[in-house]
């Protein structure tokens, strides 16, 4: 199982972001889970849409676009990591 830590900071700004320890190591396993549970987070909020959300139809298409976009480099690395799995 892959882990990682985090912390949630705020910036000088007061606009929250994520903060990564310094040993943190960048590998595709976290890069896959991060596109991974933002193309679920996109059409979740599509599918959301019509019973709480009220966006306008260009905000929806450029959503469903986004998550198509972000579903592709999501595809990329999953192909990556079947390929180091398989070795």
Do not use: W
């Amino acid at each position: 199982m892959q882990n990682f830590e985090y912390e949630i900071r705020l910036n000088d700004e007061g606009r929250p972001y994520i903060h990564l320890p310094k040993e943190f190591e960048d590998k595709p396993e976290h890069i896959f889970m991060v596109f991974e549970m933002v193309r679920y987070s996109l059409y979740d909020l599509l599918s959301k849409n019509e019973e709480k959300l009220h966006l306008k139809e260009e905000t929806i298409k450029q959503i469903a676009e986004a998550g198509n976009t972000i579903g592709q480099i999501s595809d990329e690395y999953a192909n990556i990591l079947k390929g180091m799995m398989e070795r």
